[in-house]
Nanobody, 114 residues
């Protein structure tokens, strides 16, 4: 089992920045890919970014160079630096890891005002 605790969400004006963090605990030795997803009201959950154990990253098309995912394996933590935020980035952001099974955090709200 892996437990995930997210932090760093909040309210920001368009053009602003936020940094999300997600700390993993439990069977962390099994963690492979770490990722961020988001879900806006009335929409499906979508991949924002992922990073593998080897540091390979992949981003959703909508990111377009605005977000950066990083991980600190020593702290079992994954980060998402979000810059140039837009109102359409408003969503609940979820941390997820693969450690055999896929595990999810509880989500953190990001609201971008225009």
């Amino acid at each position: 089992q892996v437990q995930l605790v997210e932090s760093g969400g909040g309210l920001v004006q368009a053009g602003g920045s936020l940094r999300l963090s997600c700390a993993a605990s439990g069977s962390i030795f099994r963690i492979n890919t770490m990722a961020w997803y988001r879900q806006a009201p009335g929409k499906q959950r979508e991949l924002v970014a992922l990073i593998t154990n080897g540091g390979i990253t992949n981003y959703g098309d909508f990111v377009k160079g605005r977000f950066t995912i990083a991980r600190d394996n020593a702290k079992s933590t994954v980060y998402l630096q979000m810059n140039s935020l837009k109102p359409e980035d408003t969503a609940v952001y979820y941390c997820s890891v693969r450690a055999g099974a896929q595990y999810w955090g509880q989500g953190t709200q990001v609201t971008v005002s225009s």
